[in-house]
């Protein structure tokens, strides 16, 4: 059985660095992606990033790119989000994701496994 864990949520101030974890188990995730999703109250869950596990490149949008970096650890089945520089526009719960395909997507529909989410709060 698949599993996606999240840590490392919390109230920060703007400005400061928070990193997120997501250990990954059940599976190995060669030819697969995983991403970071994030949904704020009242909006819909929205794409952050995401890595393709085996070559680690990385795809961002927009509103983190210069801010944000995902990284993989292959040998602990563990995804990161560093984030940098937060904003209160930031705040949201983050959700760590997969799906079995050697591809990024953006969309939610195609990721298979999520995790429970972890609250990120950014106060100003």
């Known amino acids: 059985q698949v599993q996606l864990v999240e840590s490392g949520g919390g109230l920060v101030q703007a400005g400061v660095s928070l990193r997120l974890s997501c250990a990954a188990s059940?599976?190995?995730?060669?030819?697969?992606?995983m991403a970071w999703f994030r949904q704020a109250p009242g909006k819909e869950r929205e794409f952050v990033g995401a890595?393709?596990?085996?070559?680690?490149?990385?795809y961002y949008t927009d509103s983190v790119k210069g801010r944000f970096t995902i990284s993989r650890d292959i040998t602990k089945n563990t995804m990161s989000l560093q984030m940098n520089s937060l904003k209160p526009e930031d705040t949201a719960v983050y959700y760590c994701?997969?799906?079995?395909?050697?591809?990024?997507?953006?969309?939610?529909?195609?990721?298979?496994?999520w995790g429970q989410g972890t609250q990120v709060t950014v106060s100003s």
């Open positions: 059940g599976r190995t995730f060669s030819n697969s992606a």
């Open positions: 994701a997969a799906h079995l395909g050697d591809f990024i997507s953006t969309e939610l529909r195609r990721y298979d496994y």
């Open positions: 890595i393709r596990w085996n070559s680690g490149n990385t």
